[in-house]
């Protein structure tokens, strides 16, 4: 698996470590759970991405530890939103997302969420290694 760019490891590690947050209160929580999360919000932010008209409805679930991934994995970006702290990366050839110039952050955004549905699920797939979750909860503390 190809490493993302290191202009993204700021809010990898801010979703990585807000999954490991929440991992201590919803200890069943596994591999397959964070995967859909994932894979929820990359669909939500293509969406919201390809339709600025209207407002894009945030992913649900029934789960409640799925559905407080969910939020708490919006609320995280939702404070880099506020702060600025990505806007560098936007309409910038410093950082293209192929050959493309990212022009709104939800852009981004998705690229970010290919990337983690990638390496989850290289790890929950991998008979030889640890789970994703402890991979990144070992990998954040290191």
Known sequence: MAKPSEF?????????GTVVDLKEEYTFLQ??????????????????????ASETPEPESTSDAR?????EI???LDVRLEGGFDNHLLNTPAYTNGAKLSSNINQVYVVC????????????KS????????????????
């Open 8 to 16: 993204l490891y700021p809010i990898l590690i801010d979703i990585e």
């Open 31 to 52: 591999d397959k759970d964070i995967e859909w999360c994932y894979t929820q919000l990359k669909d939500f932010f293509r969406k919201k991405s390809a339709n600025t």
């Open 67 to 71: 559905q407080d991934l969910l939020d």
């Open 74 to 76: 919006l609320n995280i």
């Open 113 to 124: 969420f290919n990337n983690l549905i990638k390496s989850v699920r290289l790890w929950r």
């Open 127 to 142: 008979k030889d290694k640890p789970s994703y979750l402890a991979h990144i909860k070992a990998h954040l503390n290191s």
